[in-house]
Antibody, heavy 118, light 111 residues
Framework: EVQLVQSGAEVKKPGESLRISCKGS????????ISWVRQMPGKGLEWMGR????????NYSPSFQGHVTISADKSISTAYLQWSSLKASDTAMYYC???????????WGQGTLVTVSS | QSALTQPRSVSGSPGQSVTISCTGT?????????VSWYQQHPGKAPKLMIY???KRPSGVPDRFSGSKSGNTASLTISGLQAEDEADYYC???????????FGGGTKLTVL
């Protein structure tokens, strides 16, 4: 079974750093991209960017470029999303998703809730 | 890039059909046949329902179908069932490998 399993919920203070993870299984991790998608409370989906785990090449949405970093470790089939300095406005659910060349997403991870509060 | 435009809500009775529209521009929906649709139940991760405008992944009932005309894509759900009640999001590639845009989402209520 193809699965993406994300790390658990996080509670952080503004200014702190954070890295969340997404581990793939049941398929060749380097044969598909991984995207990250944000969903703020009560809001819709926003594509943040994607990585090609085979060579770690990344593309970012202009809205998120410079605010987050996407990386991957193909040796352990894991992708990451990280912040160097969190803001309260980063509070959201974050999903990873296996991404096809035509940018459709299947499957999705279960989501990681990030709460940033002083 | 701006979000694609979807109706905030639609509703239908069991057995009926509903159509959810997704309007973009010639730079996204109208420019590529890379429109996908996702179903999201409360507290759950999104699930792929349609990709490449009208293709259905294995396991998705054939009650779900997709189409596109110009800058507007549509998701039609026929034979509505109670379990179809969820939020639905459209998504389109918008070029340059850095542009993927979602719709604002549509809440489907099965009356």
């Amino acid at each position: 079974e193809v699965q993406l399993v994300q790390s658990g919920a996080e509670v952080k203070k503004p200014g702190e750093s954070l890295r969340i993870s997404c581990k793939g299984s049941g398929y060749s991790f380097t044969s598909y991209w991984i995207s990250w998608v944000r969903q703020m409370p009560g809001k819709g989906l926003e594509w943040m960017g994607r990585i090609d785990p085979s060579d770690s090449y990344t593309n970012y949405s202009p809205s998120f470029q410079g605010h987050v970093t996407i990386s991957a470790d193909k040796s352990i089939s894991t992708a990451y999303l990280q912040w160097s300095s969190l803001k309260a406005s980063d509070t959201a659910m974050y999903y990873c998703a296996r991404t096809y060349y035509d940018f459709h997403f299947d499957p999705w991870g279960q989501g990681t809730l990030v709460t940033v509060s002083s | 890039q701006s979000a694609l435009t979807q109706p905030r809500s639609v509703s239908g009775s069991p057995g009926q059909s509903v159509t959810i529209s997704c309007t973009g521009t010639s730079s996204d929906v109208g420019g590529y046949n890379y429109v996908s649709w996702y179903q999201q139940h409360p507290g759950k991760a999104p699930k792929l329902m349609i990709y490449d405008v009208s293709k259905r992944p294995s396991g998705v009932p054939d009650r779900f179908s997709g189409s596109k005309s110009g800058n507007t894509a549509s998701l039609t759900i026929s034979g509505l069932q109670a379990e179809d009640e969820a939020d639905y999001y459209c998504c389109s590639y918008a070029g340059s490998w850095s542009d993927v845009v979602f719709g604002g989402g549509t809440k489907l209520t099965v009356l």
